[in-house]
């Protein structure tokens, strides 16, 4: 894992990943297409940043890589819920079958909220949620939804194990997160990067090349979608499968 993300050698799965996937975030339109989407996205994020006090239990990127094993597994089990709602068994699941998700698993959310959802995570523009989208829409919602009682604490997708694991991932966001504006910049990267080892700086090329690995549309910041996305990828959840690249112009 540490040659993934450490000093050497970009991440061969993360790279042809990015290769994919950047031009299709830009072939989705404008950079400001989601928004609105987004901007909820950071809101939360800097309201969970300033209540967290700077208190994480993150030192260094190292040891959010030691918790890749666990998310893995725990983001496996999402695998049965995805085949359920995946009524029509061909691998994706589309607008009408999202939405009955979600009302069995009780997340009332807004249909331009369900919709933003939909599209920004459908991200080879398919008209259908594959696995490893469905992941990043279900945290997504974990983190949008309002809570009852203290931040990121929730019943409502019905696996306290998961809940636990979508709050891990969250604050390892925040982590990276340095100055707490809901996104990540490069001056973040590379002091994460950097934080490892702090005798031994990171090459900027090297760390130029990780930040361009997550930042897909090129804007200059990477969100907590991108971010997500990377963080799938770096797991190796269904390595084996790869999201298809549309072949839509």
């Avoid at 469905?134 to 409502?156: D, M, N």
């Avoid at 390892?172 to 707490?180: E, I, P, S, V």
Wanted: with cysteine; net charge neutral.
């Amino acid at each position: 894992m540490k040659d993934s993300l450490g000093t050497s050698q970009p991440c061969p799965s993360l790279k042809s990943l990015t290769s994919k996937l950047g031009g299709m975030f830009c072939r989705c339109g404008s950079p400001n297409k989601y928004k609105r989407l987004d901007a909820k996205l950071e809101k939360k994020l800097i309201e969970l940043k300033r209540s967290s006090s700077g208190k994480t239990n993150f030192k260094s990127m190292n040891s959010i890589i030691m918790r890749f094993p666990q998310f893995k597994e725990e983001l496996k089990h999402i695998r049965g819920v995805f085949e359920q709602y995946d009524e029509d068994a061909n691998g994706n699941i589309d607008m009408e079958e999202l939405k009955k998700c979600l009302q069995n698993l009780q997340l009332n959310l807004k249909e331009e909220e369900v919709e933003d959802l939909f599209h920004s995570c459908d991200i080879d523009q398919s008209e259908g949620i594959q696995f490893n989208e469905f992941i990043v829409l279900l945290c997504l919602i974990y983190l949008l939804v309002e809570h009852s009682s203290s931040p990121l604490r929730t019943s409502k997708m019905g696996s306290p194990e998961l809940e636990a694991t979508f709050d891990t991932i969250v604050k390892a966001f925040l982590f990276l997160d340095k100055n707490g504006a809901g996104k990540l910049n490069k001056k973040d990267m590379i002091k994460a990067l950097n934080e490892d080892s702090p005798w031994e700086k990171s090459p900027a090329h090297i760390t130029r090349s990780r930040f361009k690995e997550m930042d897909w549309d090129r804007n200059g910041k990477v969100s907590f979608r991108e971010f997500l996305f990377s963080l799938i990828n770096w797991i190796g959840i269904d390595a084996d499968e790869d999201i298809p690249v549309s072949t839509r112009t």
